[in-house]
């Protein structure tokens, strides 16, 4: 049981990334495209860069650590990233809110921000955390929409793909250390955009799906859960004669 449970969890890995893909790529909402009267809208795609489309922002461009004596607020970096979406501050430093200040001054926090690893590890693509005040390491990237045709969430999608990372790996520079990606490589990303309407209906199809699969995997890990404890709790009636 244990080892076909382990299994699942890769296929919801592959099953999450199929959705991205699906939907991306237009698979997912072709039948709407079909009955649509307004065929010519759905078909229109515009292909360009990523910078074409939204401002590739190095929140911290000096590279310096701030002093943390005395700080109240988290600075993230790509260690507080948790899961798919989330964030954990309770292992974040603290900095003072004078550095706070300068930084939203120079380019302020946005809720609909996408955040993009950049050093270590690459990608992770999510949102800032919501109703907390924050600063952000140079290990990520803040990418902000600045055009009115396109939705910053299917940008988020867009950013979250296989593909996405594999060029942006092509691109970087090899050389030895810390793999860190660099603001000219993230601003040459190829990046394709449909009509708004079809953006829109791509979110919510991939959304919709995504929710799928987070009540398909926790089953999975209730299963596993009772399995890991099978094997002590038949141990432990054995020992006691039962």
């Known amino acids: 049981c244990r080892d076909r449970l382990i299994r699942v969890s890769f296929i919801i890995q592959q099953f999450r990334q199929a959705i991205i893909t699906a939907g991306i790529s237009g698979k997912i909402t072709q039948n709407l495209r079909r009955k649509s009267t307004e065929k010519s809208a759905y078909n229109q795609k515009i292909v360009g860069k990523l910078s074409d489309f939204a401002d590739v922002i190095d929140p911290n461009p000096s590279h310096r650590y701030p002093s943390y004596k005395g700080g109240t607020i988290p600075i993230l970096a790509t260690e507080q990233m948790s899961g798919l979406n989330d964030w954990d501050t309770s292992s974040a430093k603290l900095i003072k809110s004078v550095f706070y200040e300068a930084r939203k001054t120079a380019h302020d926090f946005l809720n609909d921000d996408i955040i993009f690893a950049r050093k270590g ?91 799928y699969v987070d009540r398909i995997e926790a089953r999975y890990q209730n299963a596993l859960t009772r399995v890991e404890q099978l094997t002590p709790t038949l141990l432990s009636k054995a020992f006691r004669g039962e």
């Open 121 to 211: 590890r690459l990608g992770l693509a999510r949102n800032p955390p919501q109703n907390i005040r924050y600063v952000f390491s140079h290990t990520v990237f803040i990418i902000r929409v600045k055009a009115d045709n396109i939705l910053p969430s299917y940008l988020l999608w867009f950013l979250r793909q296989e593909s996405c990372i594999d060029w942006l790996l092509s691109e970087m520079n090899s050389n030895a250390g810390v793999p860190t990606l660099g603001k000219s490589v993230m601003e040459r990303l190829p990046v394709t955009i449909p009509d708004y309407a079809e953006q829109q209906e791509i979110v919510r199809c991939i959304e919709k799906l995504y929710a």
